[in-house]
């Protein structure tokens, strides 16, 4: 069994509850197995293998910005942020690789879950939740907690007081927009006001 295939990071296991969401919070990210393989740093030459091990370190990201609610990061953050250096193993991912990581995660067959902010391509957004998946929990939470036909604020949204419990409380507030304009082509909601005064409606 290859290195690459004896474990794996999943993503669900930090997604799946609010209840779990908090403990994720007040601990420490726990790195999979597969983090502990010094190969696991180097772009691997086989084109299986590599493919295998794009696939690994996205969800290692996916899983390791959810816990810690990184929505968008710079290259050099990342490169020195645990997540890209194993000061156990003395490893450090090089920065052409994580470019590479990167550039798959923004494809479709790396299910778009990264997205580069600028052409100079230094900072990414991580879409551990991509928008409609973000849009999608709102429209339950408006079902859920009878919103239809309220006006709320975008900050009341993420900051209030009564979504404290919701695990979009707290997400950047650009992700919320975009999470919104996707309500607004389903015709689930409608945004009005100026910068910084925005506020939605849902139907």
Known sequence: MSLYSQA???????LDSRSKFAADKASSFSFPATYSFPPFFTAQPNLPTRQSQ?????????????HYRIFKQTISAALSSSLCHNAALNKRLP???LVEIL???TTEAGGKRAEWIGKDKTEYWVWWKRPEEWASLL???????GQKGQILTLYELIEGEDTKSEFFHGMDMEVLQR??????KRGKAQVFGT???EGVKFF
Request: glycine share 8%; charged share 15%; aromatic share 12%.
């Open 8 to 14: 794996t990071t999943t993503i669900d296991g930090a």
């Open 54 to 66: 794009l696939a690994k370190w996205s969800s290692l990201i996916q899983a390791y910005c959810a």
């Open 95 to 97: 920065e052409p690789f």
């Open 103 to 105: 550039a798959y995660m």
């Open 139 to 145: 429209e339950n939470w408006v079902e859920g907690t």
């Open 179 to 184: 999470s919104l304009t996707v309500l607004v």
């Open 195 to 197: 910068e910084g005064q």
